[in-house]
DNA sequence: AAAAATGGCAACCGCTTATTT
DNA sequence: GAAATAAGCGGTTGCCATTTT
């Protein structure tokens, strides 16, 4: 419901004083005035964020404007094939549960992953499915069985296929936590723990054994045998963590929306908790547990985990 | 060249969930 | 425990650019 930037919103007071609030686009000023502030102040209040930062926006609108196109961490660009792939997959079983979805794909927010489904990926796989002419395809709100005959997912064979791991050879997680063959990359939202999108694990990549047979759980390939202890993701190498990106300069230098390169390009890392000059690392320590294997759980939370990675075309 | 159709995506809305008072 | 507030999420809309007619 976007509607011109003209138009304006409802009220809010600053300084008791009362101001319209504006909606539609934003413009390349509020823009860098968010990024300053976020930048200064870090993540706090959004309706305060919006008022302390001089913006004539709604909490709400800030927060997504942050969330989904100012942050540091984005990545932006094309979906590479393989984050097409990944996404099908993880669509397969999570439904259209776009945040879970995002989580996995490094510098992905779930805005952008649910536009790529609805306007590329639904259309591709319809297209695959007419040709195959699949009694099984239809629209893919829901978790199929099979996508686009690419991938045989079916949530209870996974779920079979994790049980019977888990009275096999299913390790004794050192985090006590349960399994998630697609483990969230990061808490991405959390500005008080570092992260290095960029430089998302890899071993492999995607393509070689990732998917087939359910690759990507077979013990041995994956270290089901017991290795789960990849260093968190906050640790790994950067290539240049140089805080010295922490700029406003330099991330309009690298936004798309200043000129239509990536935030955090392939080559570039960010450290966000660098950048805001925070150390703590609140994410490591959440909600491990462990519980039933349902397909939440499943996806859930799980120390690091060896991945892919992924580049943007 | 102009109009219409289509695609991509930013941003809003409303609902739900979590947290605070 | 209830109410208020904030945050998170998915669905949807509509603008703009590009492609097709």
């Not at 994790?162 to 991405?188: C, E, I, V, W, Y």
Request: charged content about 25%; proline content about 6%; some cysteine.
């Amino acid at each position: 419901m976007r509607k011109p930037d003209r138009d304006m919103g409802k009220d809010m007071r600053v300084n008791n004083k009362k101001m319209k609030l504006r909606k539609g686009l934003w413009s390349p000023e509020e823009d860098e005035k968010l990024i300053k502030y976020m930048l200064n102040k870090g993540q706090g209040c959004w309706s305060d964020i919006a008022r302390n930062a001089g913006l004539q926006r709604c909490g709400k609108s800030c927060r997504l404007r942050w969330i989904n196109y100012l942050r540091p961490d984005l990545k932006r660009g094309a979906f590479s094939p393989q984050e097409e792939e990944f996404i099908i997959h993880l669509h397969s079983i999570l439904g259209n549960r776009w945040s879970q979805i995002a989580a996995r794909l490094p510098g992905r927010t779930d805005n952008e992953v649910k536009n790529f489904w609805n306007s590329t990926v639904k259309k591709r796989l319809k297209n695959k499915t007419s040709v195959s002419s699949s009694p099984n395809n239809n629209d893919s709100s829901e978790p199929r069985d099979v996508v686009g005959g690419i991938f045989p997912v079916h949530e209870h064979d996974v779920m079979a296929l994790f049980k019977d791991s888990s009275s096999t050879s299913m390790p004794p997680m050192a985090t006590g936590n349960q399994f998630d063959p697609f483990p969230p990359l990061n808490n991405r939202y959390d500005m008080t723990g570092a992260f290095d999108v960029p430089t998302c694990i890899t071993q492999g990549g995607m393509g070689e054994g990732f998917w087939g047979d359910y690759g990507i759980l077979e013990p041995g390939k994956i270290g089901l045998e017991g290795d789960f202890s990849l260093p968190p993701l906050e640790s790994r190498s950067i290539e240049d963590n140089n805080a010295a990106n922490n700029s406003i300069d330099n991330m309009k230098r690298n936004n798309n929306h200043y000129n239509n390169t990536c935030f955090s390009n392939t080559d570039q890392s960010f450290k966000v908790g660098d950048m805001f000059g925070l150390e703590n690392h609140q994410w490591q320590g959440e909600n491990l547990r462990m519980g039933e294997w349902d397909l939440e759980g499943l996806m859930d939370n799980i120390s690091s985990f060896p991945f892919l990675q992924f580049q943007v075309e």
